[in-house]
């Protein structure tokens, strides 16, 4: 079977969902748990490995993900053992990409070697921040020393290593910011990944800001001002966006995450993971329960974690492709997206297009420069009519 | 048949609250009219919204028979009337139709305001009245004071008037003996042609139109066929009943009774309250002195809030209409919110009941449009419109000039808020007539354009006085006045929904206002968006809605496309909930809250 079905390429992501400590801000499928069992949890993410290697069949691997939670609290024996299964089942491309999450305390640190050796060979690290007022607010584990350090010993280990950054926290200012990103440039190696702060409703910041009790917190204009020293500066430095919060150097792109943005294939191993599989029976987007103990016991007694699939109709494949790929800089291909069905959008892209929201160049369509900030209204211009 | 003698006819007047509708279950339960385990509060209030609001809508009738202490058994036929302002054409109407009344009054509040409108009816139909002191259980009961009040204020001898308690049922005895002993009977010659009133009519679902009648003269029986006068319909009476308040069968009804007949008629609109009934042959030569019809006073655009609810809702509304005729309605389109209809209403109240009725009842949720009284606009050729949207406003230079409906509002209220009653008054352009004081109550009249009452009056006025002033009023006529109409344009194309007549005068604080609250309701959306309101071409407030600047979502990877695709989805269903204007899309709390009548 072809690399092509669909274009986009092939992944694995697996979800690892346990942390040290549930960060304030954090929505992610991620729980905090006393003692866990890695040797079961093992042989589950083996048995669904196998189970959706069978569906695939032996399609190229372009990228493996080992995201979370913390999946850096992973015993390297079970992330070795984890791709020893995988390259069981699938053929992998001589350059593949295989990231692993990282929180920088020095306890992780002392497990890069061991995860490289495994065959790790990116490291993302969840840094947030560069003073420990900061991590401190953002309830997180480490100082700002502390990430520096495990930095470092990140860089010697791995070819690739890249951090994210959380910008626009309480009381910060477009000032603040732009020395802490100058002082996180001088550590980037070629890739970063810069997310504002977003308050989502389901957490302890949540919560709080819901009963006005995240103060500070940095106005629209403010926000926006965040976001321009945050092109300018990077632009600068050669790290320019090639998504909406993600940073690079030409050629250092995540490729994993490129599956998601381009719409490729990928298979979602672990709670919570979701994925998208096509085959001669059309996409599907495939889910798996979320919570930890249901998921273990679901693959145990039931041979499967997931819960019903859905079909993506054409629609729902063009809503995809374009919520999705219009984050990159480089848009989508006009081709693609006459496939999909794109042409019932010809009235409100060149509305978009004429008000200088979307360009078309060469055969692809992407938002303009004064589009970025703005995507989610053009995305529901282009989706809600 | 009962000898007239025999029969007493009255209807209870009250203000809000004072006990009407108590006071009437406990007459109803003392002479075992409804068997005990029947028995719920309010009676005959029937509609749920009269039981939740506790105020009645509907005259409503019913049939008591009371064992005097003279021997005697008599039969007492009682019409609630509805309290409020808004209804106050059937209080007149229902007061027709009897010859007496009793008046009650709370004796911890005193005379209120529509004390003094129902018991001014009462007086006007030449009843007898009874004054009845209620709530005398309270310990804040000052029976004394308040008749001396009533002897004032309304000028009627309470002497005699009965303290009772309408909870504990303390004398209720003495006020069914009242009834007997200090009404008149009712006149009316058996033997002369039939003659009785229709005193209202309303739709049953079960049985069709239901129309109560008073009889004057001569004899109604079953199977009979009998003629409206003022209509001419001829109809064969198919059930004739008395109200206990159930219906009970009853072969015949002599002069001075009351009580129902069904005969397959169609919509309540077929009949005519305070035509004349009398039989298709050998009918009475001279018909009783009509009554006028309501008419509406207060409009506003009822449009669904999703487009394609616009059928249910003609359904509804055409359904509704069927059981009350004072309300109308016609069909309108609006640019910003599709089809609806523009309806009529004899207040504010009847407004909301109705609303309320839709959304309740037929489950529709509705946009309403800023209520609006009926100005009469003389044309330069010498014509006359009346004008029941704002959005139909001829021509300027077409336009001689305008009037606006005033209305007489009494307002009592204690000393200590007086100055902001007045000052309210005058704001909203009151003219004072009088000031009296009633104890330590001030009675205010004040002549006032109706359209600053429709808007937030109710609400001011309990504000003000910490909810302790009583209002009422009634239409005194048109008089000319400096009234513009103000558009309201949002990224310059107006918006026919949101204009509006007002008083030269008033035109910038309300064009504020309402820019205001706009700003706060529009979202934003990637362009900015000038709120302007507009007298004529030239704009009175402005507000600058800015641009959007930043709306990216920060973090989105495999997981999160099915989310985002799902409220991409959900958001394309929220549309329907969205008016295009232009290119700015207005959500339809918008306009309601833009709009909000604060009642
Ligand atoms: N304490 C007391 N409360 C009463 C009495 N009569 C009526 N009420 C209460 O006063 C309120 C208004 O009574 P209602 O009969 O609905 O008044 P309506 O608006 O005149 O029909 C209700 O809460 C009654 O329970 C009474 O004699 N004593
Ligand atoms: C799966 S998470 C966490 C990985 C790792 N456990 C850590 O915390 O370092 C990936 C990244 O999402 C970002 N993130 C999580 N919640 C966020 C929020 N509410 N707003 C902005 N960024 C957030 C953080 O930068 C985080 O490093
Ligand atoms: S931010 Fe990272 S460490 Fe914190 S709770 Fe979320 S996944 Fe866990
Ligand atoms: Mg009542």
Sequence with gaps: MGENLPEGGFGLYLHWPFCQAKCPYCDFNSHVAANIDQARWLRAYEAEIDRIAAETGPRLLRSIFFGGGTPSLMAPETVAAILDRVRLRWPMANDIEITLEANPTSVEAGKFRAFQAAGVNRLSMGVQALNDMDLRALGRMHSAEEAVQAFDIAREIFDRVSFDLIYARQGQSAADWRRELQQALEMAVDHLSLYQLTIEPETVFGRRHAAGKLPNLPDEDAAIDMWEVTQEICDAAGLRSYEVSNHARQGAESQHNLIYWRCGDYAGIGPGAHGRLTSSAGRAATEALRAPGAWLEAVETQGSGEVPRETLSRDDQLSEFLLMGLRLREGVSLDRLTRLGGARLNRPISELEAEGWLSQTEGRLAVTVTGRPVLEAILRRLLTD | ?599
């Excluded at chain 2, 249910?312 to 509704?320: G, M, N, P, T």
């Excluded at chain 2, 209002?471 to 026919?496: I, S």
């Excluded at chain 2, 007298?535 to 985002?564: F, H, M, N, P, Q």
Aim: charge should be negative.
């Design chain 2, 1 to 599: 048949m009962t000898d007239l003698s025999h029969i007493r006819n009255f209807s209870i007047v009250a203000h809000i609250d004072h006990g009407k509708s108590t006071l009437a279950d406990r007459l109803i339960q003392l002479t075992g009219t409804v068997a005990e385990r029947d028995m719920k509060a309010q009676l005959l209030d029937s509609m749920d919204i009269e039981r939740e609001r506790g105020i009645t809508i509907k005259a409503n009738s019913v049939r008591i028979e009371y064992p005097a202490k003279d021997g005697q058994t008599y039969i007492l036929n009682l019409i609630d009337t509805p309290g409020h302002v808004d209804f106050g054409y059937e209080v007149s109407r229902s007061m027709r139709a009897v010859e007496g009344s009793l008046l009650v009054v709370d004796a911890t509040q005193g005379v209120e305001a529509q004390t003094l409108a129902n018991v001014y009816q009462a007086i006007d139909a030449d009843h007898e009245i009874v004054p009845v002191l209620n709530k005398i259980d309270l310990p804040a009961a000052e029976p004394e004071r308040v008749k001396a009040q009533i002897e004032d204020v309304i000028g009627i001898d309470a002497s005699h008037a009965i303290p009772i308690s309408a909870k504990t049922g303390l004398g209720i005895p003495d006020v069914l003996e009242a009834i007997v002993t200090q009404l008149p009977p009712p006149k009316g010659d058996r033997d002369a042609p039939l003659k009785a009133m229709l005193v209202d009519s309303w739709y049953d679902s079960y049985l069709g139109v239901v129309v109560l009648i008073r009889v004057m003269d001569g004899v109604i029986r079953k199977g009979e066929r009998i003629k409206m006068m003022k209509t001419g319909a001829v109809y064969g009476i198919d059930k004739l009943a008395v109200l206990k308040p159930q219906m009970v069968d009853i072969a015949e009804l002599g002069p001075g009774e009351i009580g129902i007949f069904t005969g397959s008629i169609k919509q309540v609109r077929d009949t005519r309250v305070g035509d004349t009934i009398t039989h298709e042959k050998r009918g009475c030569a001279v018909a009783l002195p009509g009554f006028k019809p309501s008419i509406p006073v207060v409009f506003c655009g009822l449009f669904p809030v999703d487009a394609n609810e616009f059928e249910d809702l003609r359904d509804a509304i055409e359904k509704l209409a069927l059981n009350d005729a004072s309300f109308t309605y016609e069909m309108e389109t609006s640019a910003a919110l599709g089809f609806g209809f523009r309806c009529g209403f004899l207040g504010l109240l009847h407004l909301e009941v109705v609303r309320d009725r839709l959304e309740r009842e037929y489950d529709i949720d509705l946009i309403t449009t800023a209520p609006s009284v009926v100005y009469q606009i003389y044309m330069r050729d010498g014509t006359l419109r009346e004008l029941h949207n704002p959005a139909d406003m001829p021509d300027l230079t077409l336009v001689d000039h305008i009037e606006e409906p005033r209305i007489k509002a009494t307002i009592l209220v204690p000393d200590e808020y007086l100055g902001d009653v007045l000052k309210l008054c005058q704001d909203r352009r009151g003219i004072q007539e009088d000031l009296t004081y009633a104890g330590s109550r001030a009675m205010v009249v004040y002549d006032l354009p109706l359209n600053e009452v429709v808007f937030d009056f109710y609400d001011r006025l309990k504000s003000v006085t910490k909810g302790y002033a009583s209002f009422d009023y009634h239409l005194t006529g048109y008089r000319q006045d400096n009234l513009v109409k103000m558009q309201v344009l949002v990224n310059d194309e107006p918006v026919d929904a949101l204009s509006m007549m007002v008083h030269r005068d008033r035109a910038e604080s309300r064009g504020r206002q309402m820019v205001e609250k706009l700003k706060e309701l529009i979202p934003r959306h990637m362009f900015k968006i000038p709120i302007q309101a507009a007298i004529g071409g030239k704009v009175i407030a402005r507000e600058t809605l800015s641009a959007l600047r930043k709306d990216v979502t920060a973090k989105c990877y495999g997981g999160d496309a099915t989310r985002k695709r799902k409220l991409l989805d959900k958001q394309k269903a929220g549309k329907k909930k969205m008016r295009q204007f232009g290119k700015v899309e207005i959500p339809q709390e918008a306009f309601i809250n833009a709009l909000k009548m604060d009642s």
